[in-house]
């Protein structure tokens, strides 16, 4: 068996070249995944993000059925399944039935065609949870180009962007289309699932949107600073994922989100505990206020 080839650091410890790209992608779609992630939590969009993040495994399995790339046939079913979604939506159908409904439906309807194609049944698990510990050169130079747009996006709306989300009355006196706004946020979704789909899968891509964004409400006093603090809880738990991974032997992907699990749950309870002391320090010193 070839020696796998390494990069040697300042500290002597040799790391893989394999975990070197799984950590380069992680954080591409964490860079990604960030401050979209924050428009799917202010717009309360967790199921969008399941309903397109779920028609990814029909689009891998159409992608193999014509022998075109997985990435193509990812990005295409994601974008057809979040604008039908954003079109039924916009003509008033209950949005949470209808992204129920949907959602499911896309998972099954991909997994049965999945199953006519061997291939793709052999590798399941790489779709459903990802498999980063594999990414190559070329799925790094795709998971990055999609990261990029995806970045460049966010950055050139950010402002109609947010305020469109507060509210379409405030956009349209402002002279912005909150429809054009919301096929940006389509646009930006199917890209992000595209190319998070071989890091954690897509069962668990709605999570690297979610869990990060809402760690950093927590912390946040302003939509930017939420943001960026999004994407630097996203790329520590690409760290301790794989971190987890190599040393318990467990799946990148699963571990990965586990980890933003992990640090939402620590700054919730931390967040409380300083309520707490803080509740009880006011306490104590309000006697000594009043006698003064």
Known sequence: MPQARGTTLRTGM????FILRAAFAGMMVALAAGPLGCFVVWRRMAYFGDATAHAAILGVAMALAFSVSVFLGTLLTALAMATIVSALVGRGWAIDTTLG???HSALALGLVAVSFQPRARMDLSVYLFGDILTVGATDLWLIGGGAALVLALM?????????STLSDDLARGAGIDPGRERLVLVLALAVT?????KVVGALLIAAMLI????TARVYARSPEAMAIIAVGFGALAVVAGLSMSLQLDTPAGPSIVAAAAAFFAGSVAGAALWRVLRAARAGRLAPRTSRD
């Open 193 to 197: 699932v595209a190319a998070a789909l």
């Open 155 to 163: 950055i050139w709306r950010w402002s109609p962007l947010l305020l």
């Open 14 to 17: 040799i790391v893989d070249d």
């Open 211 to 214: 869990v990060p964004a809402a």
């Open 101 to 103: 409904v949907l959602a």
